[in-house]
């Protein structure tokens, strides 16, 4: 039986596939809608859980969440993470024909190799293998986006939020100061 999510997923054709694996997939990624806050790539977060990286400001999933049914506590409320991870499991099936069903799955597969459809049944097991596996050193923020060859990441501050942290890691990757001069 052929997995839910494999290499080819919406690849729907050989010359689809060729374009795709013989092109496009080793190209670096430019990332212009990343929902990854500024402060957690610059201190390099290991995260405890999958609402951690995936639930806490993710607009679009507590939107999906909403129109759902799910109570605002499960959303951004007082319930536990673990509960909160529940509550998007349960409306997973519901965003079938949203990106946001197919996002879902191939951050499981291309991160985590889980090719297994999120739901109400499968939510603890996944809970608990990916648990394991964000704790890791190997799951950290930047060395997530370099797994994938991330090397532009445009993330969706708020108009008002600082550019401190920009800046900070400006700083690391340069060698320097913000302003590219390393000092003196």
């Not at 297994?116 to 190997?138: D, F, H, K, V, Y």
Request: hydrophobic share 30%.
């Amino acid at each position: 039986m052929k997995p839910f999510i494999d290499n080819d997923f919406l690849l729907q054709n050989e010359e689809a596939r060729r374009l795709y694996h013989d092109y496009a997939a080793h190209q670096p990624i430019i990332d212009f809608h990343n929902h990854l806050p500024p402060g957690e790539i610059n201190s390099n977060k290991t995260y405890a859980n999958l609402t951690e990286i995936w639930l806490k400001g993710d607009h679009y999933k507590w939107r999906a969440m909403r129109t759902a049914g799910t109570d605002e506590e499960r959303i951004t409320g007082k319930a536990s993470d673990r509960e909160k991870f529940h509550a998007w499991a349960e409306t997973v099936p519901q965003t079938l024909k949203n990106p946001l069903y197919h996002w879902t799955h191939l951050e499981l597969k291309r991160y985590f190799d889980i090719d297994q459809p999120l739901n109400s049944e499968t939510a603890g097991e996944i809970w608990e293998r990916t648990g394991e596996m964000l704790r890791q050193p190997e799951f950290s923020t930047r060395n997530l986006l370099k797994r994938k060859n991330v090397q532009v990441v445009c993330t969706t501050d708020d108009a008002v939020d600082s550019l401190e942290h920009h800046r900070d890691y400006m700083k690391q990757w340069r060698g320097g100061d913000a302003d590219g001069s390393t000092g003196g």
